[in-house]
């Protein structure tokens, strides 16, 4: 499976979990007419500055449920101060990623899974920790 095939099984798997829990948020992972790798949870934008996301990464055989932060280092370091009170009210440690790939802008606050079954279970594992950071950081960013 090449990676533009995985992505769009990946996210129709997403789609169809999401709206068979109720359809609580809306994602959106589509740029060009083209699936992409990460999906804005509850923003529109496909290129928001700081938003809650999920991104599934092929080549690394993950998905990450993450904030993703680009050109508001002040906001990372806000929230990392409230790391602790954070984490507890997620009920479970994330990474605190202080720096991109490419871009030096770029920060992650991230939870990692690995992907070790079909993606249509990742979606239903990965899924609770969506909404636990909808519930903890959508009033912070």
């Known amino acids: 499976m090449d ?3 995985a992505k769009d099984t990946f ?3 997403f789609d169809e979990y999401v709206e068979k829990m109720g359809n609580e948020f809306y994602v959106t992972h589509v740029k ?5 790798a990460a999906g804005n949870i509850n ?7 700081q938003t809650i996301c999920c991104e599934y990464k092929y080549r690394d055989n993950v998905i990450l449920v993450q904030v993703y932060i680009n050109q508001n280092i002040e906001l990372f370091e806000k929230l990392y101060a409230k790391k602790e009170e954070i984490e507890k009210q997620l ?14 802008s770029v920060r992650r606050i991230q939870k990692k899974f690995y992907i070790n079954k079909p993606l249509n279970e990742m979606v239903e594992t990965v ?5 636990d950071f909808i519930k903890v950081f959508s009033p912070l960013i």
Do not use: C, D, R
């Open 3 to 5: 990676a533009q095939t």
């Open 11 to 13: 996210w129709k798997y």
């Open 32 to 36: 060009g007419g083209k699936n992409q």
């Open 43 to 49: 923003n529109h934008s496909p290129m928001a500055m």
């Open 91 to 104: 009920g479970y440690i994330v990474e605190w990623v202080e720096h991109g790939k490419t871009s030096n």
């Open 127 to 131: 899924y609770p920790y969506v909404l």
